[in-house]
């Protein structure tokens, strides 16, 4: 049974950081991409960041380019999400997936994790 399990959300002050985690089990990991997606209240789940199997190729939405950074160590099964110089815009649930490798759809989820950037 695949999961995936975020961590590392909570509140933090406009220009802060924080790191998320998204811990996975499960025998998908080592070949597909992970990516890490965001929704704030009232709008559509919006993509953040994505990161391929090996690690050598790496995309992200232009609101994160510069401040965000996705990692992954496959040795534990963990992909992260640094993110620096927080914005109140950044407030949303962020969303660890696993990109399915034919169809380039994210179809494993993890539960989210609250992030609130605020004085």
């Known amino acids: 049974q695949v999961q995936l399990v975020e961590s590392g959300g909570g509140l933090v002050q406009p220009g802060g950081s924080l790191t998320l985690s998204c811990a996975i089990s499960?025998?998908?990991?080592?070949?597909?991409?992970m990516g890490w997606l965001r929704q704030a209240p009232g709008t559509e789940r919006e993509f953040v960041a994505s990161?391929?199997?090996?690690?050598?190729?790496?995309d992200y939405a232009d609101f994160a380019k510069g401040r965000f950074t996705i990692s992954r160590d496959n040795v534990n099964n963990i992909v992260r999400l640094q993110m620096n110089s927080l914005k109140p815009e950044d407030t949303a649930v962020y969303y660890c997936?696993?990109?399915?490798?034919?169809?380039?759809?994210?179809?494993?989820w993890g539960q989210g994790t609250q992030v609130t950037v605020s004085s």
């Open positions: 997936a696993s990109r399915d490798p034919v169809k380039l759809i994210y179809d494993y």
């Open positions: 499960g025998n998908i990991f080592s070949t597909r991409a």
């Open positions: 990161i391929t199997w090996s690690a050598h190729l790496t």
